[in-house]
């Protein structure tokens, strides 16, 4: 407990000191949180009505998922971040259309929710070395 | 660095097993972090039209941590919390208000975005003590 | 009908020399009007593709009520009406979760609806009455 | 003040029993009633963080004053409305043309404002026609 | 055909000398074509997520659809155009109301997704008109 | 040229038996039309109020050319075409930045709005290319 408020409070400072803006993979991370959790709760419910809902929510999860991926991949990462990890512009592509994927056709497998989360993880990773290094 | 990975870690497996959704005060958090920056580079800047993108994204920012708010107040936190926390109505309008304060006029003082990111550590604070106690 | 739109003439009156802009709980009331409504015919229909829009439409009118609401709980009511009104925050949080118990679950059954209409008429009772007082 | 709840309880026992849903002109008046005011304040104010704010707040009620009117010309009135009333649709673009009119660039003069509540007065006796007429 | 393609392509060049901006009833007809598509696609599948998806996404589509072309009827058309054809406002009407049509109930049918392009392509023919007498 | 617009016409008729729904690159590009259209009156202009509306208009338009261009590079375009044209990703990815500069610091130099356009054109050129190959 400790240790995730201390960290959450180097986090705070080292947003407010940079030029370009407050990024944090954690808006994506907990959209995608709420569609495995969604997918988790559709499992266990037939009602046709809860079905409705849980299929709409998490349609619009995946829509705000792919947008604060799509701000990190546009306006955070630069040409020199590109240059050192390759494979960034692959990993949001795919992470954006896993996305889609987790909240369309394939969303009533857990493991497309947690592949989502799996993507930001890499991308998190890559963030939070951008961020030391800057 | 570590400390702050394995925290964010907790917080993932600690949301999936609720059977209310996935919630966490960082939202709004981090809109505010942008609230407080984004005054922070008003301070340094006079050019007419940055300055009516930065009050227009100031603006935007600030409707932003009001609904992560509101969600929370009324979503997450239920008539248990509230009579075990008997100033959190309170504490949850005055930072509802401040997010209008520091998104408005009285945004050109650094103070007000910092009094907005108080408040949502106390909001913050509580919410992970009924967390820890669920 | 005379009375309506004279008691509407005087609203207009009222709102122009307010410093603090212009509310009304009839927006509220609206969306809830129509969250009542769907209730009804959604009693009346099984086609599943008509009970999908009607769900969805009435989801995102839960979502406008819970907004106008938390607009008047944040924006138009002000300490000291907190103090004359000691109910108040809990009447907002009991109103809002109601128009999410409406648009959600508890959402076939109409008294659902009619339960969202009273909570928002208490409001715009106390609403009034402080603007005689203003 | 008795007549103003008194007829809104007329109006709402109205709503429900019609089968195409809930409709109210008021929606744009309120948002009208909203430009209007705005503009007020931008007479008295030279600050231009704050007329920034004003402007941008006007346009988005401009924005909600047309999608408003819209609804209603395109949802709510029907063919046999437009026969009874020749002079509705040249009323309703007039009214839409004038809410972007007084969200706009003609928006620092208060007779925009009145003009397009004007219309929209002109619009809500028409619909209470046709509501005691249905 | 021609020539609307060659107007199309003085068009963009000539938007900037333009008092009215950019328009162009294409926004409208591409998210009619996606209506289209969607209900041929609601007629090849049962699956009720599917079609929970589905008529979601029509759904806002045709918001969408309404959306581009109240903003032409309001924004793009003056009254001289309103005199030059004297139908446009009820074609307008038409068109909006089938745009209803189409991503509401009567939405299965793939006539109504064509009749909704048949009356924008209209619309279209006008407005081509009107630049081309610009 | 003529066999672009030829394959927009096959398009349109091609796009129900698609299994990927409809997409158009012409949808960023009225979006960025506008903005260079919106750069070349704001040199016009002094009128603070003026420039509000047209830098925040600027701004929205500057969103939509994203939004519409992440939709093509996340939705429309898939793996087989990013071997195909290994500089897709990185063309998306000046563009999306690009639709930024235009509409942000960058934005009063009509080059800039100029250069988003031919990055548009880059990419509607590829895209009809799939179209053509499918």
Redesign the interface.
């Given at each position: 407990?400790l240790?995730?408020l201390?960290?959450?409070t180097?986090?705070?400072s080292a947003?407010?000191d940079?030029p370009c803006?407050?990024y944090?993979p954690?808006?994506a991370?907990?959209e995608a949180?709420?569609i495995?959790?969604i997918i988790?709760k559709l499992a266990d419910n037939d009602d046709?009505?809860?079905?409705?809902?849980a299929?709409?929510i998490k349609?619009q999860r995946s829509e705000l998922v792919?947008h604060h991926l799509?701000v990190l991949?546009?306006?955070y990462f630069k040409p020199p971040h590109?240059e050192k990890y390759p494979q960034l512009?692959?990993l949001f592509?795919k992470a954006?259309?896993q996305a889609?994927a987790a909240g369309?056709?394939g969303?009533?497998d857990p493991a497309e929710g947690q592949k989502l989360?799996d993507y930001i993880a890499q991308i998190d990773k890559i963030f939070?070395e951008t961020k030391?290094a800057a």
């Open positions: 407990m240790s995730r201390f960290a959450r180097i986090d705070v947003h407010c940079l803006g407050v944090d954690a808006q991370r907990i949180e709420s495995k959790a988790g046709p009505d809860f079905r409705t809902r299929v709409l349609e792919k799509w991949w546009t306006d590109f512009h692959e592509n954006t259309k889609g369309g056709k969303s009533m989360l939070w030391a």
